[in-house]
């Protein structure tokens, strides 16, 4: 089975653009989390989807937002940039069968920016 | 505040032998636990999990224990192997309607084998 994907790997924007991300989750898979990972603050919950749906959302500014598409596969957008948003972006997804929550991780996309 | 906390960034342990992890957590509200180990470049790999309903549960060389009233737990790897050596992460969930909320993670401990 295939673990889940993201893409791009690698971005380097400019402060005061805005950026996409990808990410697909494992298949059968329908919750989608989004977390950011820096240096200071570490790993941190950013957003959670299911069935098209935000559910859960962390304590991050309205420029950071997502969507999931009807196959599940989901998106993150950042508006705006700024320096400080340079990090390490991870999509996790779950089955959320009965017991099964345990969240599996893609390999992220390093976003940098300048 | 810190909710999930691993007070050590590092440890060092001989191969062969046992390594212990450690993780404290401030919300009584968590009621599910993971261990994830991560290498550089790489998301987090899902280890072994625990739900507050046990106090114990196994998968190989790994032992996840948690005390509900200490609100600690501990992650056992017996033996320890080089391939060991990575940034462990413990995480922390409050599940809610049985969805999956977001996860709270410690900042990670370094595990270092040595040969």
């Known amino acids: 089975k295939a673990g889940v994907t993201q893409t791009p790997r690698y971005l380097i924007k400019t402060r005061g653009q805005q950026v996409t991300l990808s990410c697909s989750p494992i298949s059968g898979h329908r919750s989608v989390s989004w977390y950011q990972q820096t240096p200071g603050q570490g790993l941190q919950f950013l957003f959670e989807y299911f069935s098209e749906t935000q559910r859960n959302k962390g304590n991050f500014p309205g420029r950071f937002s997502g969507r999931q598409f009807s196959n599940s596969r989901s998106e993150m957008n950042v508006s705006t940039l700024e320096l400080g948003d340079s990090a390490l972006y991870l999509c996790?997804?779950?089955?959320?069968?009965?017991?099964?929550?345990?969240?599996?991780f893609g390999p992220g996309t390093r976003l940098t920016v300048t | 505040d810190q909710q999930v906390k691993q007070n050590s960034p590092s440890l060092s342990v001989q191969e062969g032998r046992i390594s212990i992890l450690n993780c404290d957590y401030t919300n009584s509200m968590f009621d599910y636990f993971l261990w994830y180990k991560k290498y550089p470049a790489e998301g987090p790999t899902f280890l072994i999990s625990?739900?507050?309903?046990?106090d114990k549960n196994e998968d190989g060389r790994f032992t996840v224990f948690l005390n509900k009233s200490a609100k600690h737990l501990s992650l056992h790897i017996v033996p320890s192997q080089p391939g060991d050596s990575a940034v462990y992460f413990c995480?922390?969930?409050?599940?809610?309607?049985?969805?999956?909320?977001?996860?709270?993670f410690g900042k990670g401990t370094h595990l270092i084998i040595q040969p």
């Open positions: 995480a922390a969930s409050a599940r809610t309607g049985g969805g999956a909320d977001g996860l709270t």
């Open positions: 996790a997804s779950s089955s959320l069968r009965a017991g099964d929550y345990e969240q599996y």
């Open positions: 625990i739900s507050s309903i046990k």
